[in-house]
C-alpha cells in the first residue's frame, strides 16, 4: 500500500509543486497534457525489464526511508518550563484584568440600560409575583410563631438532659421548622396557580417559590445548629448572643445573595434586559463581600483570644503556638479570600467560582471532621484509661504504663489527622493530587512502606506492653505462687535484655521498610561495638563476669552475700553490677569486674553455730545437758518454724586458756539462723546462771597512785590481772 500512494505521490509531483508556486496557475489543456506524458513515459518504464527494476529498487529505497522513527523533540529545560509558566500567569493575569474591565462596563451598561428599558412589562411581571410573594411570606411568618412556641416546648422537654436529648430534640424542633416552610410553600403554589389562572402558574411566580424553598431550607440548618432562641436544642457549643450574632448574619447573607441569582436576576434578564442582571448581581456581590470583611473585622479580637486560650489549656505545644499565629493573622487570610472570591467571581463565574466554591466546601467539611476526631480523641486521653478491678489485681502495673503509652500514640493519631486535612485541602484547590499520586505505583509504594514501618512499631510497643505485665504477672505474690529469688533476678534480666533487642531490631525493621540501607547501619554498628570493647575493656569483663555469675546462679535478689569486703541484702542484680545494701543501710553498687569472690548465706539452709566458753572446772556433761535443755525450750517458742532438724552436739572443741569451748549447731531455714541463734543465746545465758555453769571471762583491776607529794619519785603499781572471775 505505501508503494502505490508513493507511486501516486511522484505521479502527482509536478503538479503540486506547481500549484504551490505563488502566482502561477496551471492552465487545465496544459495540466491534461502533461498528465498524459507522465502516463504514456510510466507505461514505457514499466515495459522495460531494466527500467521496471530500476524503479522497483527506488520505490524500495523511499518505503525504507519512510519507515525512520523522526525523533520525538527534547522535553523542555527546567528554565523553559519556567518561562512558559510566567508567560502562562502573565496571559492568567491580562485576562483577568480584561474580565475585570468588561465587569464595569457591563454595569455601566446594565445601568443604563435599566432606565432606557420597557418598564411597563416589569410592572406587569411584578404585580403577580408580589400577590404570591404576599401570599408566601405572610403565612411563613404565621406559621413561624407557631414553630416557636412548639420549639420551646420541645427545648423544656430536653432541658436538663445528655447529648441524645439534645440530639433528638434538635431534630424534632428541625422536623417542625421544615413542616411550617413546606405549608408556607404549598399556599404560595396554591396563590400562584388561582394568579396565573385555572391550573396554571406563571415562571416568575415558580422562580419565587423554588428561590424561597431553597432559601429557606438553607437558613433552616444554620437555625438547627445555633438555635439563637433556645440553648437546650443548640448543637454548637457557643453562647446566645454569639448564637442570635451569627444566624441573623448567616440568614441575611443567604437572603441577599439567594434571592438575588435565584429570583431577582432572573426575573430582570428576563423581562427588562440582561445587563440589568448582570449589574444587580455584581453589585450584590460587592455588598456581600463587604458584609463579610465587616464581620470578619469585629470579630478579629474574639477569635484571636478563642484560639489562644486553647493554646493556653493545651499548654502552649506545637499545636497551640500555631493556633497563637493563626489567631493573629486569620482576619488578613479570611479578606484576602473574600476579595479574591469577588474577583475571581467578577472574572470567570463559570468556571473559577464554582471550582473556588466547591474547594471551600471540601475545605470546610476536612477541617469539621478533622475537629470531630481530633476532639474525640483528646476526650479520650483526658478521660484515661481504667482497667477491671481484677486484671487490676493480677497486673498493677498495667493501667499506669497504658496511661503512660495511650497519649502518646494518641498524639501520633492527631499528626496523622491533621496531616489528612491538610491533604484533602490540597486535593480540594488542586495543590496536590493526593489521590492521584496514591493511586500511582510511586505512591502505593511509599505509602505501604509507611504503613508497614508504622505497623512494625506499633507490634514492637505491644510485643514490649505484653512482655513486661508477663513478667510483673509471675513477679506478683498476691497471684499464684510466690517466686523465688532466681525468678526475680532472671525475669527482670530477660525483660530488659527483651526491650533492648526489641528496640533494635524494631527500629532496624522500621528503617529497612521505609527504604534506608541498613547493611551499612550493622557494618558500623559492629566498628563501633569493636571500638568500645577495645575502649571498655573493663565494661566487657563486668558484662562477661556478670553472665556467669547468673549461670552458676551463686546470688540472686533478696540474698544475703558477701562480696569482696562488703556484705548485705542483694537488692539489685544486672548483668554489669551487683547493688547491696549492708546492715548500716549503706548501699555498695559492685562491678562484677571486681568480684574475685561471692559468699552466700541464705542458699538452702542455715547453722547457728554456738560455741561457748565454760571454766575448766565445770562438768562437760552438765554443759552438754544444758545446752540441750535450752534447745527444747527454744523449740517451745516461735522460731520452731524455722528449724529444720535437731541439736547437733559436737562437743569440746578447744582448750582456751581460761575456758573450754564446747560447740552445738542448730540447723534452720535459709536466713533464719541469726534470729533462731539470739533465741537460743538469751536462754543458755538464763540456764547457765541457774545451774551455775561459769563462763569465765578475764577482768582489770586498777589501783589508783596514793602518793600525795609531787615531788615523789614512787612509781605506782602496775595493773595487775586476776585469773578466771567465780561466778
Known amino acids: 500500500m505505501r508503494i502505490v500512494f508513493l507511486l501516486l505521490a511522484l505521479l502527482l509531483s509536478p503538479v503540486t509543486a506547481s500549484a504551490q508556486i505563488p502566482g502561477v496557475t496551471p492552465e487545465p489543456a496544459a495540466e491534461a497534457k502533461s498528465s498524459d506524458a507522465d502516463l504514456d513515459e510510466l507505461i514505457r518504464i514499466i515495459e522495460n525489464d531494466a527500467t521496471r527494476a530500476a524503479l522497483i529498487e527506488r520505490l524500495k529505497r523511499a518505503d525504507a526511508e519512510a519507515d525512520i522513527p523522526v525523533d520525538a523533540p527534547p522535553d523542555l529545560s527546567i528554565v523553559r518550563q519556567l518561562a512558559e509558566y510566567t508567560r502562562a500567569a502573565a496571559e492568567g493575569t491580562s485576562a483577568t484584568l480584561q474580565a475585570l474591565g468588561q465587569v464595569f462596563v457591563d454595569l455601566q451598561q446594565g445601568l443604563g440600560g435599566t432606565l432606557d428599558g420597557d418598564l411597563n412589562v416589569l410592572r406587569d411581571a411584578a404585580v403577580g409575583v408580589m400577590l404570591v410573594a404576599a401570599a408566601l411570606f405572610g403565612s411563613f411568618l404565621a406559621f413561624r410563631i407557631i414553630v416557636l412556641w412548639a420549639q420551646g416546648v420541645i427545648a423544656r422537654r430536653v432541658t436538663g438532659g445528655g447529648w441524645v436529648s439534645r440530639i433528638l430534640g434538635a431534630m424534632a424542633a428541625a422536623l417542625v421548622d421544615l413542616g411550617s416552610v413546606l405549608l408556607a410553600w404549598a399556599i404560595g403554589n396554591v396563590v400562584a396557580l388561582m394568579v396565573g389562572g385555572v391550573g396554571r402558574m406563571g415562571i416568575n411566580q415558580s422562580l419565587l417559590l423554588n428561590a424561597f424553598l431553597l432559601i429557606e431550607l438553607s437558613k433552616l440548618a444554620a437555625r438547627s445548629f445555633l438555635a439563637p432562641r433556645f440553648e437546650a436544642l443548640r448543637l454548637v457549643p457557643v453562647g446566645d448572643s454569639n448564637a442570635a450574632y451569627w444566624s441573623f448574619w448567616l440568614g441575611r447573607v443567604i437572603s441577599l445573595i439567594g434571592y438575588t441569582f435565584l429570583f431577582v436576576a432572573p426575573l430582570l434578564a428576563a423581562n427588562l434586559s440582561v445587563a440589568a442582571a448582570s449589574a444587580v448581581q455584581v453589585l450584590v456581590m460587592a455588598t456581600a463581600v463587604t458584609i463579610g470583611i465587616v464581620i470578619v473585622l469585629q470579630n478579629k479580637d474574639d477569635v484571636r483570644n478563642w484560639l489562644s486560650g486553647i493554646a493556653e489549656r493545651r499548654g502552649h505545644d506545637g499545636t497551640g503556638q500555631l493556633l497563637v499565629v493563626l489567631g493573629q493573622y486569620w482576619h488578613i487570610v479570611a479578606i484576602v479570600y473574600l476579595v479574591t472570591l469577588l474577583v475571581v467571581w467578577f472574572a470567570n463565574p463559570e468556571q473559577a467560582l464554582p471550582f473556588m466554591l466547591g474547594a471551600t466546601v471540601q475545605s470546610v467539611i476536612a477541617i469539621l471532621v478533622g475537629v470531630v476526631i481530633v476532639s474525640f480523641i483528646s476526650r479520650f486521653v483526658s478521660a484515661g484509661l481504667r482497667l477491671p478491678e481484677d486484671v487490676k489485681q493480677r497486673l498493677p502495673l498495667l493501667e499506669t504504663r497504658l496511661q503512660a503509652f495511650v497519649p502518646t500514640v494518641m498524639q501520633v493519631v492527631r499528626w496523622v489527622v491533621i496531616a489528612g486535612v491538610l491533604a484533602a485541602i490540597a486535593q480540594a484547590w488542586a495543590l496536590f493530587d493526593f489521590v492521584g499520586w496514591i493511586g500511582s505505583p510511586g505512591g502505593q509504594q511509599a505509602a505501604g512502606s509507611v504503613i508497614s514501618a508504622a505497623l512494625i512499631i506499633l507490634v514492637c510497643i505491644v510485643l514490649h506492653v505484653v512482655v513486661a505485665s508477663w513478667v510483673e504477672y509471675r513477679l506478683n505474690t498476691s497471684i499464684g505462687k510466690t517466686p523465688t529469688p532466681r525468678e526475680k533476678t532472671l525475669l527482670n534480666l530477660f525483660k530488659n535484655a527483651f526491650t533492648i533487642a526489641l528496640v533494635v531490631f524494631g527500629l532496624m525493621l522500621a528503617l529497612a521498610q521505609i527504604g534506608v540501607n541498613i547493611a551499612p547501619l550493622l557494618a558500623g554498628a559492629g566498628v563501633i561495638g569493636l571500638a568500645i570493647g577495645f575502649g571498655a575493656q573493663k565494661l566487657v569483663q563486668d558484662i ?184
Do not use: C
Request: overall charge negative; proline content about 4%; aromatic content about 8%.
Open 544 to 727: 562477661i563476669t556478670g553472665i556467669f555469675i547468673q549461670f552458676e546462679n551463686v546470688m540472686n535478689e533478696g540474698d544475703v552475700v558477701a562480696v569482696g569486703d562488703k556484705s548485705g541484702v542483694v537488692e539489685k542484680l544486672t548483668i554489669r553490677s551487683v547493688t547491696i545494701r549492708d546492715l548500716n543501710g549503706t548501699v555498695h553498687l559492685i562491678p562484677f569486674s571486681s568480684v574475685d569472690q561471692v559468699s552466700n548465706m541464705v542458699r538452702g539452709f542455715s547453722f547457728h553455730v554456738a560455741e561457748l566458753g565454760v571454766a575448766y572446772d565445770s562438768d562437760i556433761g552438765e554443759v552438754k545437758q544444758a545446752m540441750r535443755d535450752a534447745f527444747d525450750l527454744l523449740m517451745q517458742t516461735e522460731h520452731r518454724e524455722d528449724i529444720i532438724d535437731d541439736l547437733d552436739m559436737q562437743g569440746v572443741i578447744a582448750f582456751a586458756d581460761s575456758a573450754v569451748t564446747v560447740r552445738a549447731r542448730i540447723k534452720t531455714l535459709p536466713g533464719k539462723h541469726w534470729a533462731a541463734g539470739r533465741a537460743y543465746s538469751e536462754i543458755v545465758k538464763k540456764i547457765f546462771e541457774e545451774r551455775g555453769i561459769e563462763i569465765p571471762y578475764p577482768h582489770v583491776t586498777y589501783v589508783a597512785n596514793t602518793s600525795k607529794k609531787r615531788g615523789d619519785a614512787a612509781l605506782p603499781p602496775p595493773l595487775q590481772g586476776e585469773g578466771p572471775a567465780k561466778l
